[in-house]
């Protein structure tokens, strides 16, 4: 028997929503769930401690960067990633494609796989699909993925399908490595296509065919309006099978999740509750704060009334709004801390609905009282990190 | 009866270490302690929690930097720092003297006060020794420092008798208005008197002789080699009454907290154990290491074998390593609670030592055995440190 099961719970009568749980070799999940990025193995400025006190039950960490900064093989002598980061839930690793991706002008792409260059050092390296299952065995997450192309938004059909199809060659390529490295592990097929219904059908229809043990869809929350990648999902949806779970990489916030469970996701994984948090953006039910704005500043109640959070449960929100002022280490962790815990409560509570036959109505309760950055604030956000990004490397 | 008393528990024939037990309305200290260093009303990134597991059992806080941001009056309508900050444990606030005196140019002094230009924004303000009184009882620690000069390192007898003259007026003024804001905090007088025998002899014995509840020896450890910091401390502990504690403000390393309690010292606080470890500086038995030297990157083992911090109890080094030099905001943590701990460990070390009557043995293994930071290292890294702070005003 596989020691990766998943079980559907319940499912929406009106939408794509389901709720259900996945066992794997390191504990159960309960979905939808939503993921927190550790990226070097270390969730930024959070202990695997505070992470199970948020009722985290699954983590992501970057092959990419960990391929690179201690090396997989290094990793492999202390056990895997479990024992090395000191955290003993299940584990997702992505292939590194996406990131891979990003470089831009530093990569060459052909059939075989990938070359780049090493944003740290310059240093050249390649991905192949076979290479890259031999380092997620060295990492040894319960979850893997494998070596994908991410469209760019906007992208000719002609490439989208192009990208597409050579996924679709490297995720076959995926399956059969596998077998050789840790056949324990539980590999996920990407769902590519770019943003042509047609080849995300197409795409959903190939990959949710393989025996792959999930999905998740990739080449998505790449720049292009929301209402975009929603309308993706409708095609690809309903071409995967229903038995088991959809992953949909990188997204989101909270009203991605709660949009996102209705199109049948989940689980999801994003970056922005902490990196937004770092920020100063804080999530209450009315919406996302600046804890930095003045009418924190001598607020003796919480950042969200309500919230069982450490940082709601100990401390006022004018300190947090002191600590994020004075940039105090501090304040990454609490403000990471309250974000994260509010997207696995949010989780719960998306499963609590479904589980309850009221999700619809949760949905419009919450996106109704919920304000989200703008897309303004949201892509001006993102051009600042570009532009952060490009001065790193 | 004062809520602060202290008691000798153990005296040391030959030497004038002792060990003792204060008892402050916010708890118990032992003596000969530690105290880790919260300038903006936080620990470096260490939680409340951590630094009660680390055996913290008091922490200081900068008057100068609080008064400026959030503000006395602010932390006052909180209930004072202990529950703004979340620590419930003992308090001892400094009097901001110290870092009005770095500001240089930026200050001007008369008989009554001081006055300053803020390093955040370069506002107006000023400081008499009335003033701080208040501004500390509106803080609100256990023990709080009254308004004091720092002589420079070097300087002339003249300006350090001048200094150390005007500093024994403001103490004096500082005990009579403390009296009209709580009573019932402990102030602590300070000694001064720079780099001059006479002066820091005359120092002790006058301030000595008034009714403070402990002593600070003030303006050592400001650039002068170490061998005349304690050289100075032969002059001062004499003249000091034995029954109640002394403080050597902004002291130390782990060898200076195991030589001055030889010279008679009570208490201990200094930003440098999580100043360094930020810098990958980590404590050991064996003395000071370089978390991100490359020997490090694959040790399987904790930072100190034997070591009974959380770091070293959950994590390897190589992964303390690996955070260190991804300059992950765990490392700082991690790192932080290692080297605190080691301090507060070796405090009580120290006080078993004493209480067994093996304390001069204890210090010539610790001494023999322990390799600081070389006074060239400690120059250089202190260079930094000013360049680094010049560019922030």
Not at 54 to 60: K, T, W
Not at 82 to 88: I, Y
Not at 246 to 256: I, N, T, Y
Not at 260 to 267: A, H, L
């Amino acid at each position: 028997m596989s020691p990766f099961t998943f079980t559907l719970d319940a499912e929406c009568p009106d939408t794509w929503a389901r709720a259900g749980t996945i066992h794997t070799p390191h504990g159960t999940i309960q979905t939808p769930i939503f993921m927190p990025v550790g990226t070097q193995a270390t969730v930024k400025s959070v202990s695997p401690e505070e992470l199970r006190a948020v009722g985290a039950s699954i983590i992501l960490a970057n092959t990419y960067h960990l391929m690179l900064r201690p090396g997989s093989a290094l990793i492999n002598s202390f056990g895997g990633l479990h024992s090395f980061m000191h955290w003993d839930g299940p584990i997702l690793t992505d292939s590194g494609g996406f990131q891979v991706w990003s470089l831009g002008h530093l990569r060459k792409l052909n059939e075989d796989g990938v070359t780049f260059k090493s944003h740290l050092d310059g240093s050249s390296h390649s991905l192949t699909p076979e290479r890259v299952m031999q380092i997620e065995a060295e990492l040894g997450a319960d979850i893997i993925l494998p070596l994908d192309i991410c469209a760019p938004y906007p992208c000719s059909a002609e490439d989208a399908r192009a990208a597409m199809e050579r996924t679709h060659r490297w995720e076959e390529r995926a399956l059969i490595a596998k077998e050789h490295y840790r056949p324990e592990q539980s590999l996920f097929g990407i769902v590519q296509g770019a943003f042509e219904p047609e080849l995300r059908q197409q795409s959903a229809r190939i990959i949710g065919n393989l025996p792959f043990s999930g999905f998740s869809i990739g080449g998505l929350s790449v720049g292009e309006p929301k209402a975009m990648m929603w309308d993706m999902l409708r095609y690809v949806t309903p071409e995967l099978p229903r038995n088991k779970p959809r992953h949909l990489l990188g997204v989101g916030s909270p009203e991605d999740l709660v949009i996102g469970v209705g199109m049948g996701m989940d689980m999801f994984d994003c970056v922005l509750p902490t990196r937004v948090a770092r920020h100063g953006g804080l999530f209450t039910n009315a919406g996302r704060v600046s804890i930095k704005a003045a009418r924190f500043r001598s607020e003796t109640g919480p950042v969200e009334a309500g919230c069982d959070c450490y940082t709601c449960q100990n401390y006022s929100a004018a300190y947090v709004h002191h600590l994020a002022r004075t940039e105090e280490q501090l304040y990454y962790r609490l403000g990471s801390i309250h974000n994260i815990r509010f997207m696995l409560r949010l989780a719960g509570q998306l499963r609590d609905a479904i589980i309850a036959g009221t999700y619809p109505d949760f949905r419009e309760a919450f996106l109704t009282r919920y304000i989200p950055a703008s897309e303004k604030i949201r892509e001006a956000q993102r051009e600042k990190w570009k532009v952060a990004k490009a001065r790193q490397q």
